[in-house]
Structures are given as structure tokens and as C-alpha cells.
């Protein structure tokens, strides 16, 4: 069965790091892209990060370019967002998603929370 | 940026109605839309991709149309496991957006 499991959230000052971890089974990781998305409380969906199948290439949304770093290691089958600078307004659940076709987010992980309060 | 405009809001229905949402492009997407499915709680789920083609498992009862600039979502038959929040998303160049979701309610 094709998974992705997050973990990391939590609660963090602003200005403070925390980082993300998407643990992938089921499928050869080093085949697919693979993104992050978040959902602020009451929001909609924001496409974060995509990160190509060797690490080669990384995109970023405007919101978080300069602050957020995406990775990857293919032999721990995982994915990782590092979150620097954070601040209120990145509070949100975190997804992360594979990559498939061109291009669609097929699975989704159940997502983790990342709260940024004093 | 490509802006994504999604209505209604919210909706309510009811079982066995036909539901249908509507998503805009601010520009030419071609048929680069995606529709998922948000459940409180749940992974989010992919129904259709690239506009009209329904993700494998999905019920026939979802279906999606058009391209360019005007998108609409359809599900048939509207059943109690339906009730969630429904966001369109385009691919055809970066930044990927999403609508802002159609939340349908019984």
C-alpha cells in the first residue's frame, strides 16, 4: 500500500525552526516528485514545495521562498521540510504528497500540525 | 500568478441531488485541473486529474469538464459519504493554487 506518514509539528515561537518529516512506503521514492501542501485554520489549500526525483531542482511559493528548504533522501525513503523564520501565518496542517502523472497529488499524508504562538 | 476561482462557497443538498461547483482560471489552462476531496480528519484524496479523467477508485459518480478558463465538478448523485470540502487545482505552471473549496453540507 502506497503511504506517506508526517511528522514533526508542533508548537514553535515565531522566528523560531522546526522541521518537517513525510516517511514514503509502497512505492520507489525515487521516482516521483514529491510537494508539500498546507491548510491554515479555516483556510484553503496552499501549494508549498515541490522537490524533483533526485533533489536536483526545488520550487517554493512566494510565502515561504527564503524561509522554507525542501529535501529529500531516497535510500531513508523520506522527504523533509525545514522551516526557518517562522511566523504566525504559517500556522497550518502540513501535507505531503507524491507527484504523479502531469501533474496530480496522488496520495496525501494525513498531514501534521504546525502551531507558531508566543 | 494563474488565480483560481471557485463557487460556490458552500452548498447544501440533498442525498440523491445533483451537485455541481464551478472553478474559473484568471488565464488559458488548457486542461491542466485537478479535484480533490477534503474530509476533516482524512488524508485529502484525488478524484479527477487533468480536467475530466476520474483517479482510479473513484466513483463513477464524480465527474469533471471543460478547459481553458472554465471548469465545472460534478457528482451525480449526491451520497451521505459525499459530504466534505471539494478544491480545484491547476498545474500549468508554477505557483500551483487552489480554489478556496466548496464546502458541501446535507
Known amino acids: 500500500e502506497v503511504q506517506l506518514v508526517e511528522s514533526g509539528g508542533g508548537l514553535v515561537q515565531p522566528g523560531g525552526s522546526l522541521r518537517l518529516s513525510c516517511a514514503a512506503s509502497?512505492?520507489?521514492?525515487?521516482?516521483?516528485?514529491m510537494t508539500w501542501v498546507r491548510q491554515a485554520p479555516g483556510k484553503g489549500l496552499e501549494w508549498v514545495a515541490n522537490i524533483k526525483q533526485d533533489g536536483s531542482e526545488a520550487y517554493y511559493g512566494d510565502s515561504v521562498k527564503g524561509r522554507f528548504i525542501i529535501a529529500r533522501d531516497n535510500v531513508r525513503n523520506s522527504v523533509y521540510l525545514q522551516m526557518n523564520s517562522l511566523r504566525v501565518e504559517d500556522t497550518a496542517v502540513y501535507y505531503c504528497?507524491?507527484?504523479?502523472?502531469?501533474?496530480?497529488?496522488?496520495?496525501w499524508g494525513q498531514g501534521t500540525l504546525v502551531t507558531v504562538s508566543s | 500568478d494563474i488565480q483560481m476561482t471557485q463557487s460556490p462557497s458552500s452548498l447544501s443538498a440533498s442525498v440523491g441531488d445533483r451537485v455541481t461547483i464551478t472553478c474559473q482560471a484568471s488565464q488559458d489552462i488548457k486542461n491542466y485541473l485537478n479535484w480533490y476531496q477534503l474530509k476533516p480528519g482524512k488524508a485529502p484524496k484525488l478524484l479527477i486529474y487533468g480536467a475530466s479523467s476520474l483517479q482510479s477508485g473513484v466513483p463513477s459518480r464524480f465527474s469533471g469538464g471543460g478547459s481553458g478558463t472554465y471548469f465545472t465538478f460534478t457528482i451525480s448523485t449526491l451520497q451521505p459519504e459525499d459530504i466534505a470540502t471539494y478544491y480545484c487545482q491547476h498545474y500549468d505552471d508554477l505557483p500551483w493554487s487552489f480554489g478556496q473549496g466548496t464546502k458541501v453540507e446535507v
Open positions: 509502497g512505492f520507489t521514492l525515487s521516482d516521483h516528485w
Open positions: 504528497t507524491r507527484i504523479c502523472g502531469v501533474w496530480w497529488f496522488d496520495p
